[in-house]
């Protein structure tokens, strides 16, 4: 992308406003008593806040699962509020760690400013080292800075193709910020997008915190694996594509629906790089289409995963050409020394400024140096940053 302009920009300020998540407020002591009622309250409270159609819920409509315990002083779990079973209504969940005092219970969502908190204090047999990493990396906001890399392939096999049945549309359908894609097809086996921390946040939605501030969610999955904390791979198999509403809304056709979050809020998933595909949201919810290079592919057509594109690699996008020109130099007044397809990976060593050109992702003065030592222009080349990826030269 290498510039993400126009609309980019404007979904930049959205996704900035989420990531500053009003609701992230300090864990507040909850009276002593038992922990379960503690963690409802909070989230009940937390819910209404950030989903008008969850306000109202009672705790007949939450499920919360303390999965570690340290006697009556620590405890790790999650907690999520089931939405009605209809169109356009999705649960609502969040990770939590939870430690009584003397005042009572103290409760933490992931996202709130108390969790990390929480998290470093916790015992390691209710948080565990490898989750305190997790937990405490404060990353800066990279998707509000104008980085869409995240190092994801689709959440499916690499070499398969499958249907973008749904474009961009909310978690919960007509909701804002357009987070969710919907796929179906293939072998049916949806897999870890990239390697992380997963969870089971009830029965046919699971959640994996990835690097860089990012997690991934799957729903609708029947066979969903049980998973509590558990380190998995790029590619690790979480369930099969499926209609499971367990916690709520609605599902018609055996589909996953993916969303991505970035620092515990969901963010808008157009701009983003997935299996080499970055996906485009469209003028409603569940419009859209996808571009690998110059290559579109509209909602209902098939997309072919071809892995995950690394964080100092970029797609060359030939904005409708066959080629883009390679130089010895970061200009047009250096020697063509070859070319490179439409749609070709290419891995970047470093960038400079050089000559101006425009692309399909807009004007732009820099130049990436290949490994291979030789020059294309920014303009015609996605890296997912409006800047070097790999330093400057």
């Given at each position: 992308?290498?510039?993400?302009?126009?609309?980019?920009?404007?979904?930049?300020?959205?996704?900035?406003?989420?990531?500053?998540?009003?609701?992230?407020?300090?864990?507040?002591?909850?009276?002593?008593?038992?922990?379960?009622t503690a963690v409802t309250t909070r989230l009940l409270d937390r819910a209404s806040a950030t989903d008008a159609g969850l306000r109202g819920a009672g705790a007949d409509n939450t499920r919360v699962t303390i999965t570690r315990r340290d006697g009556q002083t620590w405890a790790f779990?999650?907690?999520?509020?089931?939405?009605?079973?209809?169109?356009?209504?999705?649960?609502?969940?969040?990770?939590?760690?939870?430690?009584?005092?003397?005042?009572?219970?103290?409760?933490?969502?992931?996202?709130?400013?108390?969790?990390?908190?929480?998290?470093?204090?916790?015992?390691?047999?209710?948080?565990?080292?490898?989750?305190?990493?997790?937990?405490?990396?404060?990353?800066?906001?990279?998707?509000?800075?104008?980085?869409?890399?995240?190092?994801?392939?689709?959440?499916?096999?690499?070499?398969?193709?499958?249907?973008?049945?749904?474009?961009?549309?909310?978690?919960?359908?007509?909701?804002?910020?357009?987070?969710?894609?919907?796929?179906?097809?293939?072998?049916?086996?949806?897999?870890?997008?990239?390697?992380?921390?997963?969870?089971?946040?009830?029965?046919?939605?699971?959640?994996?915190?990835?690097?860089?501030?990012?997690?991934?969610?799957?729903?609708?999955?029947?066979?969903?694996?049980?998973?509590?904390?558990?380190?998995?791979?790029?590619?690790?198999?979480?369930?099969?594509?499926?209609?499971?509403?367990?916690?709520?809304?609605?599902?018609?056709?055996?589909?996953?629906?993916?969303?991505?979050?970035?620092?515990?809020?969901?963010?808008?998933?157009?701009?983003?790089?997935?299996?080499k595909w970055v996906v485009m949201g469209g003028g409603a919810t569940y419009q859209g289409y996808a571009l690998h290079g110059s290559a579109q592919v509209n909602v209902g057509g098939a997309?072919?995963?071809?892995?995950?594109?690394?964080?100092?690699?970029?797609?060359?996008?030939?904005?409708?050409?066959?080629?883009?020109?390679?130089?010895?130099?970061?200009?047009?007044?250096?020697?063509?020394?070859?070319?490179?397809?439409?749609?070709?990976?290419?891995?970047?060593?470093?960038?400079?400024?050089?000559?101006?050109?425009?692309?399909?992702?807009?004007?732009?003065?820099?130049?990436?140096?290949?490994?291979?030592?030789?020059?294309?222009?920014?303009?015609?080349?996605?890296?997912?940053?409006?800047?070097?990826?790999?330093?400057?030269?």
């Open positions: 992308m290498s510039r993400v302009r126009g609309w980019a920009c404007a979904v930049a300020l959205v996704a900035a406003s989420l990531l500053t998540n009003p609701t992230a407020a300090q864990a507040a002591p909850t009276a002593a008593g038992d922990l379960t779990g999650t907690a999520v509020v089931v939405a009605p079973a209809q169109e356009g209504q999705y649960p609502a969940g969040w990770l939590f760690v939870a430690h009584r005092d003397r005042a009572g219970w103290q409760v933490a969502f992931d996202g709130e400013a108390n969790f990390a908190d929480l998290a470093t204090a916790a015992p390691a047999r209710v948080v565990s080292q490898a989750e305190k990493n997790v937990f405490t990396t404060s990353p800066s906001p990279m998707y509000a800075g104008g980085d869409y890399r995240t190092g994801m392939r689709l959440p499916f096999a690499v070499g398969q193709s499958w249907y973008l049945t749904g474009g961009p549309h909310g978690w919960a359908g007509s909701d804002t910020p357009w987070s969710s894609i919907d796929l179906s097809g293939g072998d049916q086996r949806v897999l870890a997008a990239r390697g992380g921390t997963a969870y089971t946040m009830c029965r046919g939605w699971i959640r994996v915190i990835h690097d860089r501030g990012y997690s991934t969610d799957y729903y609708h999955l029947w066979n969903s694996i049980s998973v509590n904390g558990a380190g998995v791979g790029e590619g690790a198999y979480l369930g099969d594509t499926g209609t499971d509403v367990t916690c709520g809304g609605a599902a018609s056709g055996r589909h996953v629906h993916f969303a991505l979050r970035q620092n515990s809020a969901y963010v808008p998933i157009a701009g983003h790089n997935f299996g997309l072919y995963n071809y892995g995950a594109l690394g964080l100092t690699q970029a797609i060359i996008d030939a904005n409708g050409g066959g080629t883009v020109n390679k130089r010895s130099g970061p200009g047009t007044g250096y020697a063509v020394v070859g070319s490179v397809g439409d749609g070709a990976t290419v891995n970047v060593a470093c960038s400079a400024n050089g000559t101006t050109h425009t692309g399909r992702w807009g004007t732009t003065s820099l130049w990436n140096k290949l490994t291979d030592g030789t020059w294309v222009t920014d303009a015609y080349t996605w890296t997912g940053s409006s800047g070097p990826i790999n330093g400057w030269c």
